[in-house]
């Protein structure tokens, strides 16, 4: 029965270490990342056919590398993680996973993941994924705390994948790979603001300066989410017009685009968490929609 017990208690910290190292990742967010560097590689000019076994190691370098990012941003955050209601439960916050332990498994993780991109692909992909994960991790992170520029900071490594996946494919940084680029950077803003309008109050008790006004979720802050929310609008017709897409993605980008518009206009004039929640939903359904429309109206 000892023996039992003892297998049952091992298998359990196992499956404990397991569910860590999975929140350590971020795994839900890092998955949406990969997404579209994957999505990018497949939409490359020199990609005309899917090959199941490059697109799961590019998938699988790119979350290792974004997982790698994740996990320093909870080493380096882990006091101001443990203030926050929202990330106490962390492995590192909480005390469950030493600081040491978090450092390992990033190296190891980010060395790993470059390796990928690098072997299987080409240099550039992997000196992309290097460069996205330092500035993530070493200057937005910090920076957080300093000034609101931080999401302007942290927007280039979030829509690094879309060049990371081009240049996998492509071999290059070309017109097609900066167009989605350039997409996935200004959708940023209205999704991240509305996240930092909802968690305003956690953030501003850890000491992260992440809405556009000193003052919170004001009109300022909700109309720079319309701003960038338009901006979404030209920057969508750069895919038809690089011909990377046909009319039918065009017409699709360009209806959401609108979407996501009227949904920061409605939080401008409602000035409600409701509002600012419908526009981070909106934002989840925004991305894997365009992604779609341009893989299946690609030239």
């Not at 290792?64 to 996990?71: F, H, I, P, Q, R």
Request: aromatic content about 16%.
């Amino acid at each position: 029965m000892a023996t039992q017990s003892s297998d049952i208690e091992s298998s359990l910290n196992k499956s404990s270490k397991l569910k860590d190292y999975i929140a350590l990742v971020k795994f839900s967010l890092t998955t949406m990342v990969v997404f579209s560097a994957v999505a990018s590689y497949q939409l490359a000019p020199k990609i005309k056919a899917y090959d199941y076994k490059m697109l799961l190691l590019l998938f699988l370098g790119g979350f290792l590398v974004t997982g790698s990012a994740n996990a320093i941003n909870q080493v380096v955050e882990k006091d101001t993680d443990a203030k926050m209601k929202r990330t106490a439960k962390r492995p590192i916050a909480s005390g469950r996973m030493s600081e040491a332990e978090g450092w390992v498994f990033a190296i190891v993780t980010g060395l790993a993941g470059a390796f990928i991109l690098y072997y299987w692909f080409n240099f550039l992909s992997a000196a992309l994924a290097v460069f996205s994960l330092f500035l993530y991790a070493f200057i937005y992170t910090p920076l957080k705390k300093v000034n609101s520029i931080s999401v302007l900071v942290g927007a280039v490594p979030g829509a690094l994948p879309c060049l990371i996946g081009w240049a996998a494919g492509n071999d290059d940084v070309s017109a097609g790979g900066w167009a989605l680029f350039a997409m996935q950077f200004f959708w940023q803003f209205p999704h991240f603001w509305a996240i930092a309008w909802l968690a305003h109050k956690d953030y501003e008790g850890a000491g992260f300066k992440l809405l556009p006004s000193v003052d919170g979720p004001t009109k300022y802050s909700a109309i720079q989410s319309v701003i960038y929310s338009l901006l979404l609008i030209p920057v969508g017709l750069l895919p038809y017009f690089t011909g990377m897409s046909g009319m039918g993605a065009l017409i699709i980008i360009l209806l959401a685009n609108i979407f996501m518009v009227w949904q920061s206009v409605r939080l401008y004039r409602e000035m409600e968490a409701k509002a600012a929640r419908r526009v981070m939903f909106s934002s989840y359904i925004y991305l894997p929609v365009v992604f779609w429309a341009l893989l299946a109206f690609k030239n």
